[in-house]
């Protein structure tokens, strides 16, 4: 009994951080911080970090649906007209929702074997980007995917904020998680930094 509980798999979920991005002059949406911490055979990297924001987990979990329509899927946070970004309450009630969702997710051996939820957790590539990769339609594999974005995401966040700070105002567009461009080093770039803006969508 020891030896097998030695060897039990776990994998740590938090869904925190939460951050308000500029998505253009007129419009702001709010992104969380993704923590994974596993052991388990089933993630590429036991150990990543990258931002999503609201659609892209709804995204997912239609995803998931679709593949595995047996499956009862937890419900996402609801999305309410009255959500206000500038409202803590609002925003940490959905952060406490978007975790619980993943930590039921990652409870069913079924969807673990999904590529896109591990696409999802550890690459900051678009939903398009992960249709095309799961699909065969990148030059770069699941894994390969992951492992590129771990090597790009080895810098200290605040290194990489300062190197990303001259050229803000060139890459902005491609920054958010969302963008839908094809498959480039800017598609795959690090999820744990973000660039602060105060306007509600």
């Known amino acids: 009994m020891t030896p097998k509980h030695e060897k039990q798999e776990f994998v740590t979920v938090l869904v925190r951080d939460p951050r308000t991005q500029k998505e253009d002059s007129w419009h702001s949406y709010i992104d969380y911080e993704i923590f994974i911490h596993t052991n388990s055979i089933c993630f590429t990297r036991k150990t990543s970090c990258v931002r999503r924001r609201f659609r892209e987990f709804v995204w997912l979990r239609q995803r998931l649906q679709s593949n595995a329509v047996l499956i009862q899927l937890p419900e996402l946070p609801s999305k309410t007209p009255f959500f206000n970004m500038n409202n803590p309450h609002h925003v940490d009630h959905r952060r ?106």
């Open 96 to 201: 406490q929702g978007l975790q619980q969702f993943l930590e039921k997710i990652l409870q069913d051996a079924l969807l673990l074997s999904d590529s896109r939820l591990h696409l999802f957790l550890q690459t900051q590539l678009s939903p398009e980007d992960m249709e095309a990769c799961v699909s065969g339609q990148t030059k770069y594999s699941v894994a390969d995917a992951i492992h590129k974005f771990a090597s790009l995401n080895r810098r200290f966040p605040v290194e990489d904020e300062e190197r990303k700070k001259g050229k803000n105002d060139a890459d902005s567009d491609s920054e958010s998680s969302s963008s839908g461009l094809g498959p480039s080093d800017d598609s795959i770039s690090c999820g744990c930094k973000a660039s602060p803006a105060s306007e509600e969508s």
